[in-house]
């Protein structure tokens, strides 16, 4: 009865199933997104797309979308971005240009043990702080080679522009009033994708091997490696884990420890939502980082392919290495727990709220789809 009277309401409010294998059509709707120590953000997405086939491991074969965001404390996004995953047999195909301004970035200084002097962070609104605008274009083409690997390579090019608030903070006392870079990057990946579906997987297994080089900062190199697994224990029930190891060599710019580009998608590092959900976003910054996520999402109501509400619990652990080398330990995680609800609409279109516990008390991440 229950199942009926929502799935009702949901017809009358104009939202249906999704129809799959048809022709090009377009939607358009407003949402609300977080990006880089801003919430809420207010967006709006255009969005054209030919829906795949129902048995497809992704909702569409091919779409262009465009977004356009304004954020209460100042900060925007706006960006195109076409993909393909289905267009072309053993192709999957990503282009996307974007840009954002995060006003209020937080920025603690680099490695593995800064601390937050809560005196300070209270008396000097910014000195935690930084502005950050950030320009990006990338594309990535990827081929099936047998079964499930496929061999992917991404080229792209970002400037970045990192600017002191007034006053003092330890950005300031870092990198002085202004940091500016342009960074072109080349990164190759192998992978192996077993996954049941790429958007509300259940089953499956993920690993990514890959390298890069960029010109920001003197010139750097990059190889890191990304194990995600998933596992139905019973109808309803899912369990999924993440195991992160990324090493940089070189001078990397500042944005390299902000963000670790991968496979079709971007990590922000180390803290928030993307990484570790018990500590503010961009907590701690190093060349390196291991870190380790595991969650277990239990559907409290399933509506099939019109959405879902998801209960979740989870395990953050991690850490970054500046100026030190990298090794695999446990030594100093900093470790978030805690617990969330993930609400999904129609098929694909998650998200979720994480209330979580960490080194510096309570937390509150929003999200746009699963962590991973």
């Known amino acids: 009865m229950r199942r009926s009277i929502l799935l009702a309401a949901l017809v009358l409010l104009g939202i249906g ?39 497809a491991p992704y909702v569409a074969a091919g779409d262009v979308r465009a977004d356009v965001g304004v954020g209460v404390r100042g900060g925007w996004l706006a960006g195109v971005r076409f993909r393909a995953p289905g267009l072309w047999d053993g192709w999957r195909l990503q282009a996307e240009v974007s840009a954002a301004r995060a006003p209020r970035q937080h920025y603690f200084g680099l490695g593995n043990t800064t601390v937050v002097d809560d005196q300070l962070a ?16 990338n594309v990535e083409v990827t081929r099936r080679l047998a079964g499930h690997l496929h061999l992917a390579v991404s080229p792209s090019l970002s400037f970045v522009r990192y600017s002191a608030h007034p006053g003092v903070s ?14 072109a990057t080349l990164r190759t990946s192998l992978i192996y994708d077993s996954r ?27 190889l890191y490696t990304n194990l995600r697994g998933w596992l139905t224990l019973r109808e309803g029930t899912v369990v999924a ?3 992160v190891a990324a090493g940089i ?8 420890r902000f963000n670790l580009e991968m496979w079709e998608r971007q990590v922000r590092a180390y803290g928030g939502d993307q990484s570790n959900r018990g500590m503010s976003d961009g907590r701690f910054l190093g060349t390196d980082a291991l870190f380790v996520n595991a969650e277990v999402r239990h559907d409290l109501l399933n509506l099939g392919n019109y959405g879902a509400v998801t209960l979740l619990a989870y395990f953050d652990a ?55």
């Open 170 to 183: 330890v950005f300031a006392n870092d990198f002085g009033s202004e940091l500016e870079d342009t960074d």
């Open 318 to 372: 991690g850490r970054v290495f500046e100026r030190e080398s990298f090794r695999l330990t446990t030594e100093d995680f900093h470790v978030g727990v805690g617990g969330g609800l993930a609400v999904r609409i129609l098929r694909s279109n998650i998200v979720t709220f994480n209330f979580g516990d960490g080194p510096e008390g309570f937390e509150f991440e929003f999200g746009s789809g699963w962590m991973f």
């Open 17 to 55: 199933a999704p129809l799959r294998g048809q022709s090009w059509g377009a939607s358009y709707f407003p949402y609300v997104t977080s990006r880089a120590s801003e919430f809420p953000v207010f967006a709006f997405r255009y969005l054209y797309a030919k829906p795949a086939e129902w048995d």
């Open 241 to 243: 884990g993440r195991m």
């Open 196 to 222: 049941d579906t790429d958007y509300n997987t259940h089953r499956g297994v993920l690993l990514e091997v890959g390298g890069a080089v960029g010109s920001g900062g003197d010139g750097y190199t990059r």
């Open 249 to 256: 060599g070189g001078t990397p710019p500042l944005d390299a």
């Open 122 to 137: 209270t008396s000097e609104e910014f000195f935690y702080r930084v502005k950050r605008a950030r320009y990006r274009a």
